[in-house]
């Protein structure tokens, strides 16, 4: 499958394989959205989609944060560390500044047996826990060329008691030994239900920190990610937003949105190496080089 590329004159190709695929749908769905036509979904707000997409990332020598429009990389970066410690609670995130979570949560601050319970505590029938987190770091230093190292947020047994089910539902990653001795460490995501503006950019973020987390664990170099969709869809309330975001057609007014030409992504440094990869703080990382359009804000379904 090939990369998609925005040609910049007088620059090399960036490519921009998000910002295809937002095109993608909203061409798919030209009718739909001229009849308002919406499909109808578990918020009640409507969404326009596709079924079935795939977008590549290469983290060999960057870091695939968006960039026609800001993403806040310090939520991107606390999330994956509080999932990454097994919590449940938002009390953690909230203390470092990130409310991302807060809409889902109850009174105490609890969401039930979401991503990192799943991914640090998996129950099993006889009343223990499976670390998936500890195992597929274990195995990729053990049997790299293991088609096993797969780690699950999508339980069923416990799915009705979380806050909101897994979309991104399941990784696998994949070792690859380059001519000269160096292994490189790729990721793919399956991501169940993906909305494409507010969490996609997200999830691509914080997918390919964990690569580059789990390299540096286990002594690889970040390779590729690879981003797996099922339902991929705009919704209704973010349509001015993804046009605006692309600089596709005209605004409510009937004014031409202008060109956001994408920059070439940033750089991802981890500045230190700690005892374990659950011990990172947000201060552990730089981000280097972001150059970005302006944040465009959207409603969140909740």
Same mark, same amino acid.
């Given at each position: 499958?090939?990369?998609?590329?925005?040609?910049?004159?007088?620059?090399?190709?960036?490519?921009?394989?998000?910002?295809?695929?937002?095109?993608?749908?909203?061409?798919?769905?030209?009718?739909?959205?001229?009849?308002?036509?919406?499909?109808?979904?578990?918020t009640?707000?409507?969404?326009?989609?596709?079924?079935?997409?795939?977008?590549?990332?290469?983290?060999?020598?960057? =870091?695939?944060?968006?960039?026609?429009?800001?993403?806040?990389?310090?939520?991107?970066?606390?999330?994956?560390?509080?999932?990454?410690?097994?919590?449940?609670?938002i009390?953690?995130?909230?203390?470092?500044?990130?409310?991302?979570?807060?809409?889902?949560?109850?009174?105490?601050?609890?969401?039930?047996?979401?991503?990192?319970?799943?991914?640090?505590?998996?129950?099993?029938?006889?009343?223990?826990?499976?670390d998936?987190?500890?195992?597929?770091?274990?195995?990729?230093?053990?049997?790299?060329?293991?088609?096993?190292?797969?780690?699950?947020?999508?339980?069923?047994?416990?799915?009705?008691?979380?806050?909101?089910?897994?979309?991104?539902?399941?990784?696998? =990653?994949?070792?690859?030994?380059?001519p000269?001795?160096?292994?490189?460490?790729?990721?793919?995501?399956?991501?169940?239900?993906?909305?494409?503006?507010?969490?996609?950019?997200?999830?691509?973020?914080?997918?390919?920190?964990?690569?580059?987390?789990?390299?540096?664990?286990?002594?690889?170099?970040?390779?590729?990610?690879?981003?797996?969709?099922?339902d991929?869809?705009?919704?209704?309330?973010?349509?001015?937003?993804?046009?605006?975001?692309?600089?596709?057609?005209?605004?409510?007014?009937g004014?031409?949105?202008?060109?956001?030409?994408?920059?070439?992504?940033p750089?991802l440094?981890?500045?230190?190496?700690?005892?374990?990869?659950?011990?990172?703080?947000?201060?552990?990382?730089?981000?280097?080089?972001?150059?970005?359009?302006?944040?465009?804000?959207?409603?969140?379904a909740?």
């Amino acid at each position: 499958m090939s990369t998609p590329a925005h040609h910049v004159s007088g620059q090399q190709s960036i490519p921009t394989p998000y910002e295809d695929l937002l095109r993608e749908i909203l061409d798919e769905n030209r009718d739909a959205i001229a009849a308002d036509a919406q499909r109808t979904d578990r918020t009640g707000t409507g969404t326009f989609g596709v079924f079935g997409r795939q977008m590549r990332f290469d983290l060999r020598d960057s =870091f695939p944060l968006i960039t026609t429009k800001r993403v806040h990389f310090k939520s991107v970066a606390v999330e994956l560390l509080w999932f990454l410690r097994g919590s449940s609670n938002i009390r953690w995130l909230q203390e470092r500044g990130v409310t991302i979570w807060d809409e889902w949560a109850d009174e105490n601050g609890d969401l039930g047996p979401v991503y990192g319970v799943q991914w640090r505590s998996w129950p099993t029938p006889d009343g223990g826990t499976i670390d998936q987190i500890a195992k597929v770091i274990e195995s990729l230093r053990t049997n790299p060329s293991s088609r096993r190292h797969i780690v699950s947020a999508w339980n069923p047994a416990e799915v009705d008691e979380m806050a909101l089910p897994p979309c991104h539902a399941m990784f696998q =990653f994949y070792v690859h030994e380059r001519p000269d001795g160096v292994k490189e460490l790729s990721c793919q995501l399956y991501q169940r239900s993906a909305d494409m503006f507010l969490g996609v950019p997200f999830n691509i973020a914080s997918y390919a920190l964990l690569t580059y987390l789990i390299a540096h664990e286990v002594g690889m170099e970040p390779g590729e990610f690879i981003w797996t969709g099922g339902d991929c869809h705009i919704y209704s309330n973010h349509l001015e937003q993804v046009k605006k975001q692309l600089g596709y057609g005209n605004d409510p007014e009937g004014n031409p949105y202008p060109p956001r030409e994408p920059y070439p992504y940033p750089k991802l440094v981890i500045k230190t190496k700690k005892p374990s990869i659950f011990d990172y703080e947000y201060e552990d990382f730089e981000l280097v080089d972001y150059e970005h359009h302006p944040g465009i804000s959207a409603p969140i379904a909740v």
